[in-house]
């Protein structure tokens, strides 16, 4: 299911931007910070939308510019030559504080209970810090699993447009909760495939 696998065909879209970036002077540290500014965004657009539910196309093109920004800043890195460990360091923490703002925008928000956004996050945190610590222990960066970074942000990006059309209740949580809960349990799966595949490794 993973998306990650298809980064080599996103090539397509992201080195025409990554060229941009580049013409225009940005740095890839740049980029990436604007890829946070982004998730803020987001997560602030959540939080007021259960009394506003326009609010969530705003908070879906935020998830969707952090992506993309996401995807360019490491392209830029290498177009420019500067694809160094300080910037795949901060790119790393960048995302995970991306994925802890969107997270915690939808569930401040009350689009699930704050038990089951604390699973989620766990998991999300947990899917990353497998996938980060193989790549320490030379077995490299694995981005594997049913779940991966780009796989949510796409369910993250599709549901909150599908809950700005329709923001009802389906069985006791709208379409934004259920997916919350959907990625606490793939993200826990996906850290454990995970934990399997280096354990094989090493």
């Known amino acids: 299911m993973t998306l990650d696998n298809l980064r080599s065909k996103a090539v397509v879209v992201i080195e025409p ?9 940005a740095s890839p540290n740049q980029i990436s910070l604007l890829s946070l500014v982004f998730a803020l965004a987001a997560a602030l ?3 007021i939308s259960p009394e506003k539910p326009f609010y969530l196309y705003a ?9 993309v920004f996401d995807a360019v800043d490491g392209a830029l890195a290498r177009r420019t030559g500067r694809a160094q460990p300080r910037g795949d360091f901060l790119d790393h923490v ?3 504080y991306a994925d802890m703002l969107v997270l915690a925008g939808i569930v401040t928000a009350g689009y699930v209970s704050y038990q089951i956004g604390m699973f989620a996050v ?7 810090y497998v996938g980060t610590e193989a790549q320490a222990l030379k077995v490299g960066r694995y981005y594997g699993g049913v779940m991966g970074r780009a796989d949510r942000l796409v369910l993250i990006f599709l549901a909150t447009l599908a809950n700005a059309v329709y923001p009802q209740d389906m069985i006791g949580l709208q379409i ?3 997916v919350v809960l959907f990625t606490m ?18």
């Not at 941009?20 to 002077?25: P, Y």
């Not at 766990?122 to 990353?128: A, W």
Request: avoid cysteine; aromatic fraction near 12%.
């Open 94 to 96: 960048i995302d995970r």
């Open 122 to 128: 766990m998991g999300v945190l947990l899917t990353s």
């Open 59 to 67: 908070a879906a093109m935020m998830v969707f510019l952090n992506a």
């Open 17 to 25: 931007l990554a060229a941009l970036a580049e013409s225009a002077g």
């Open 185 to 202: 349990i793939t993200s826990h799966i996906t850290a454990l495939q995970r934990v399997a595949h280096v354990w094989r490794q090493l």
């Open 45 to 47: 657009f959540y939080y």
């Open 176 to 178: 934004l909760g259920w």
